[in-house]
């Protein structure tokens, strides 16, 4: 499994200053940091010093270690290799070696520590991972394979052939190294960013110290052990065990009723309720008979609508290899629906009609286009929302061949689409709803609020650098409705834009995010530390560990986080079953993260792993894994069962 390289996003208005405040630093401070002075300046002493020693392995008489030692100034911190959410450069290490002409050059390691965590003023509060005091970068070097003298393994009990066996490689003059650092040095006022060049010499010297003596070496040896050995494998146990999915007919079955429950996710919902309208305006026809056979085509075409967008994404995650969910890291993606989405609300608000969503046509003469783009666009928004059931069914879908892939998310369409077949069926079951009257442009102001709502959700996707083109979008698209309503009503079409509505739709709605970030789902404590492989192997032995997979596209995620993993309970897990509690972050492409999902069975999001400490760092590992909604009972009782052993 690859080391997880994190796509690094800011968001909000503070971040975008911390952003801002950091490239200022950059700039100030990377002449400096070169060491060039210009005329009448005095040069800056570095905020960091460094110094290195070249120690011999016992072990493997024909390999070198260099300790890159650093220590930054009091008060200053360099982020870490790993920096977890940091906006700032990670500290990285280079090699560059200088060989003699006839030789290749060696083969090498570099084991960095995994450093301190501290809430970052520059990343907006986050919590990255620092180095802030005394640090050590290991970098094992070892001859080439090509030189034939890697598998030769000289006796341990004769150092001097040891020592000549490696003459033709460590010979002073024949391999020197320079190690090019780089890194970024901050304090609470500013950072200065920092290349430096260190030149190293690997002799063949036998009175070279040993590392093995060193006091350090236990820490090393336990890092080298990590980074050499891959994720041991997994056996994970469902808490579920008769949800899970074995055969074709009963990924069919499941799917059925997980795409039913789809119909009732929040993200569906507002565009659900644009079908609903449109089944309102439908039942407006003064005769009977055409007044059922719209009905009737609404829902047929509504249905194909769902069908097809579900036809379509199986083709396209298929020869993609992606996963459910997985399209939402388009940001091009997430930008068009937004805009559509965008159009939707200010064609409810009357700033302009839609061909496709011409909601106030006289008589119910709407279209059959209308009603299948509502049917994709529907399902389109239904896809972060997996409904439970779903996610054991894609598990087990996505490892199958591409024509049983497509049977099941068919399957899934169809039980998304099953209420507007029934009344496709039954017509005359539109005799419940309710008739068309004035009320109706009231009603579409209040879809207009749940759609607005939906473009914020949109919205808070988009990285910093694609908000600013988005809002400029947004404004442009919002200009071209004006001047096309003015021009539909020039043709007589007599359009009434609510812009008193629009206005007190935007003011509820800021006051709604004012309380629901502030009051509701004010700023907690984060226990949630970034997973990585090397992480997770140093804590397995040492502790119990929670994995929550997590994106900022997956609404039932974040529902999840907020109500199931409360302070209260995931304090009382620390000091009961001694939990470590990471989080592995889909937003943006994450191929450990999706390799440690597959490794659970899994294809789409929530899933949380709870994995016992781990006795013996080669026996397999058999988390307890909780896949889509799930309540706090459910997962107190996964927590008896996956960390029953009081030595847990």
Known sequence: MNKNHRHIRLTGAAHRLASL?????????????QGIVFSGQKANALPVQFSHSVYRLDSDPQARLIALEFTPVHGHYAYANDPGEAAGRPTSVKPIFKTAPDLPPPDYKLIYPLGKQIADIYSGGKQVNVYDGPTSIFIAVYPAKEN????????????????????????????????EVQMLICSLTNCTPVKKLIPVKLAADASLASAEAQPWWPEYAEALKIIQNTMPALSP???????????????????????????????????????LLSFIIALGQPDAEKRIRAFRHQNLMFSLGVLVWFSLLSALLSAMDLLWGQIFQSQIMVLVILLLVFA?????????????????????????????????????????????????????????????????????????ASPYLFLALFPKMGRYFPKPGPWLARLEVSLGFFLLLTCVYLFSLLTSEMKMGAGLGLALLFCLGLLWGRRQNAHGMNIIFYWRSLLACVLVLAAFMVIWNHVLFRERENRWVPYSEELFMRES???NIV????????PNCKLLERTVFTEERMEEWENKYNVLFMQVDLTHDNPAGYALLSALNSSSIPVVALFPRQADIDAPLSPIVLRDLFGPARLEEAAEKAWSNPDG
């Not at 393994?153 to 020197?176: H, K, M």
């Not at 789809?262 to 993200?267: A, D, S, V, W």
């Not at 994995?547 to 997956?554: E, L, R, S």
Request: aromatic share 10%.
């Open 21 to 33: 405040l950091l490239l200022i630093c950059l700039a100030c401070g990377s002449a400096q940091a």
């Open 148 to 179: 034939g003298l890697s598998d030769a393994v000289p006796s341990r009990e004769d150092p001097a052939a040891s020592a000549d066996s490696t003459n033709g490689i460590f010979t002073n003059g024949r391999l020197d190294v320079e190690l």
């Open 237 to 275: 146990v469902y808490d579920s065990p008769g949800l899970e999915i074995e055969s074709l007919g009963k990924a069919v079955f499941f799917g059925l009723i997980a795409g039913l429950i789809l119909n009732f996710m929040p993200c569906v919902f507002p565009v659900v309720s644009l079908k």
């Open 344 to 416: 939707l609300t200010l064609s409810l608000f009357g700033l302009f009609m839609l061909p496709s969503f011409a909601f106030r046509e006289k008589q119910g003469q709407m279209s059959k286009r209308s009603a299948f783009i509502t049917g994709m666009l529907s399902t389109c928004l239904a896809t972060p929302c997996s409904g439970p059931l779903l996610g054991g069914v894609l598990g087990w879908s996505f490892n199958q061949s591409q024509p049983t892939l497509g049977i099941v998310f068919l399957a899934v369409g169809l039980g998304m």
């Open 541 to 543: 032995s040492q502790k």
């Open 547 to 554: 994995i929550d997979f997590t994106a900022d596209w997956c």
